[in-house]
């Protein structure tokens, strides 16, 4: 498509639940990254994936979160037993290199509710 | 990891005037980006400058690389460049992977 697209731009989920997240790049873009944005915060590091290679995962916060992502399309954000203190907006982005040599192009995001 | 220190953290500038906005770096970077975040929540590229000046409309930026700084510069400013102005610095080593600054939020007011 012409940008990036996230789904769904809403979720709200009962504490403990699982909740997935889906992030679709740009086509063609190789690396694709998630970001987390606390309410009137800057944006947290997550995950990067570049192409076939091994997804840098250090800015996860906790084994609960995890991530996939097939080839060079679409990518899950998976977070398991929700806690309340995971309500946030999670972005996507995407890119042509690795070496971010185009910049990001941002999604319009899925803002979790945990309740 | 490297620290992203931008300022100031809020603006309120009068339709029509012009504006610096700052980011300053703990350590190098070998990427670096500018993004606005709209009213909306939308971030949007603005600029990918890991060093020297970019223009594109009202809004240019600089950066010195060496001195660990880069400047956006909003010129004329319109009610639309209402938002937050976030900088991002790439990690070295760490290809793709941008430390984000806590953002300049700025109000235009008609």
């Known amino acids: 498509g012409a940008g990036v697209s996230q789904s769904p731009s809403n979720k709200v989920t009962e504490k403990g639940k699982d909740v997935e997240l889906r992030c679709d790049p740009i086509?063609?873009?190789?690396?694709l990254y998630w970001y987390r944005q606390r309410l009137g915060q800057g944006l947290e590091f997550l995950i990067y994936f570049q192409g076939n290679s091994a997804p840098d995962k250090s800015g996860l916060p906790s084994d609960r979160f995890s991530a996939e992502r097939t080839g060079e399309s679409v990518s899950t954000l998976t977070i398991q037993r929700t806690q309340q203190e995971d309500s946030a907006v999670y972005l996507c982005?995407?890119?042509?290199?690795?070496?971010?040599?185009?910049?990001?192009?941002f999604g319009s995001g899925t803002r979790l509710t945990v309740v | 990891g490297i620290q992203v220190e931008q300022s100031p953290p809020d603006l309120i500038l009068q339709e029509g005037a012009n504006s610096t906005l700052r980011c300053n770096f703990s350590d190098s970077v070998n990427n670096l980006q500018w993004f606005h975040q709209n009213p909306w929540g939308q971030l949007i590229n603005l600029f990918y400058?890991?060093?020297g000046t970019k223009q594109n409309g009202r809004l240019s930026a600089t950066t010195v690389a060496t001195e660990r700084y880069s400047l956006l510069y909003i010129s004329s400013s319109q009610t639309t460049d209402s938002g937050v102005y976030f900088c991002a610095g790439g990690v070295e080593n760490s290809w793709g992977k941008f430390q984000f600054g806590a953002g300049t939020q700025v109000v235009v007011t008609p």
């Open positions: 982005a995407s890119s042509f290199s690795s070496a971010g040599t185009s910049g990001y192009t």
């Open positions: 400058i890991p060093s």
């Open positions: 086509s063609g873009h190789t690396a």
